[in-house]
């Protein structure tokens, strides 16, 4: 299968500011459909339940065994069992909507948590590190040299090790 290719990759720059008030709007519109969402269903459930129930009522009730008489007291009972059945069929639904809202707040809090971390981790770092480097000394600034000769590297003295003889200043006999 051939890969597509990339139009354009996006840049750090490119992308927006982290701007958490967007998220608690999210969560907030989550939780006003969540309360929609539930009260739409129990009133969806009382009126269905409440047609059902009022069928003796109606012509297509007077060839069913319940008299025309119970109508009101049928219609009064599926009312109360569609709303029981909506109560569920909404309370689980807005469930759904109350954990989407309930997780984009926890991204929210954990970004916060994390932004916390870094500084004090910063913060950690830099009180390690002026504890770990010495006062610079003054180091003596040599003088410049009146001949313009170019400056020599330091001169480096091994130590430890087995100790070398100097060469010899003629060639052997």
């Known amino acids: 299968m051939p890969q597509r290719p990339i139009s354009r990759l996006v840049a750090a720059s490119d992308l927006p500011n982290f701007d958490p008030r967007v998220i608690e709007r999210f969560a907030e519109s989550a939780y006003r459909k969540a309360n929609a969402i539930f009260t739409g269903c129990v009133a969806g459930g009382v009126t269905l339940g409440a047609i059902f129930g009022a069928t003796p009522l109606t012509p297509i009730g007077a060839h069913w065994p319940i008299p025309q008489a119970f109508g009101f ?17 909404g309370d689980t639904r807005a469930a759904l909507c109350r954990l989407q809202g309930q997780t984009a707040l926890a991204q929210v809090e954990g ?63």
């Open 73 to 89: 007291a049928t219609m009064l009972v599926g009312a109360l069992v569609g709303g029981v059945i909506g109560y569920v069929v």
């Open 111 to 173: 970004a916060k948590h994390a932004r916390a971390m870094a500084d004090a981790m910063r913060e950690i770092h830099e009180q390690i590190m002026d504890l770990a480097l010495p006062a610079p000394a003054a180091e003596p600034v040599p003088e410049p040299s009146p001949f313009n000769l170019p400056s020599l590297p330091p001169l480096r003295v091994a130590t430890g090790g087995p100790q070398l003889k100097p060469p010899p200043l003629s060639p052997p006999s």
